[in-house]
């Protein structure tokens, strides 16, 4: 398993061999937000529609695509389905990422979680994402759930950091904050 420290790039590798394809994936937990009783019930009942994105930037860091639950197929990633209200244990949101089958422009992936609606996060009570390696055909987490803290007031985040780097790959555990309502924006958030 993947020893992630934010901010530190770590090489993307399974015990020593790269790996070539993953499972992005995303969960969160819905919070009442303080309500008790049944406005709690309730707030819980609804959920929170968060969205995993991951973007694909050249190496000007400008942004080249991304696959989200409205373009899920592009550049060799693939975005499973768009889980509206983060209820139910376990991922609520995944793509699938096949590192051979992007371009040479495409630099870095940046793997967000967003609330497109615009809600912010105070109704989120905890955010993880974790990389599942699919190379060898079966599925091996090699990242556990990576929790990053959130912040109430803001609806983006910018969860991982995955960079080209000769023929492989870094991942960097990233948090850094902001708001978003397209996907262009989250490319800039501090990166």
């Known amino acids: 398993m993947l020893s992630l420290v934010k901010g530190t790039p770590t ?15 995303v969960g969160w937990d819905v919070t009442a937000k303080g309500k008790k009783g049944l406005g709690g019930a309730l707030a819980r009942r609804k959920g929170v529609d968060l969205d995993l994105a991951v973007v694909a930037l050249d190496g000007a ?26 209820k139910g244990a376990g991922d ?18 940046l793997v967000a979680a967003t609330s497109f609606k615009g809600e ?6 905890a955010l993880y994402y974790r990389i599942i390696d699919t190379s060898s055909g079966s599925e091996v ?13 803001y609806n983006a985040v910018i969860l991982a950091k995955v960079v080209r780097q000769g023929d492989g790959w870094r991942i960097e555990t990233r ?17």
């Open 61 to 86: 860091k400008q942004p080249l695509a991304c696959c989200g639950f409205d373009t899920p197929d592009v550049m060799g990633m693939h975005h499973t389905g768009d889980n509206k209200s983060g």
């Open 92 to 109: 609520d949101e995944t793509a699938h990422v096949d590192l051979t089958k992007l371009p040479g422009q495409v630099q870095q992936l």
């Open 120 to 125: 912010n996060f105070d109704k989120v009570g």
């Open 11 to 25: 090489p993307l590798d399974n015990n020593g061999t790269p790996v070539r394809t993953f499972i992005a994936a």
């Open 175 to 191: 948090g850094d904050l902001g708001r978003a309502t397209y996907w262009r924006d989250l490319a800039n958030l501090r990166r």
């Open 141 to 153: 987490d090699i990242t556990g759930e990576v929790y990053v803290p959130i912040v109430a007031q």
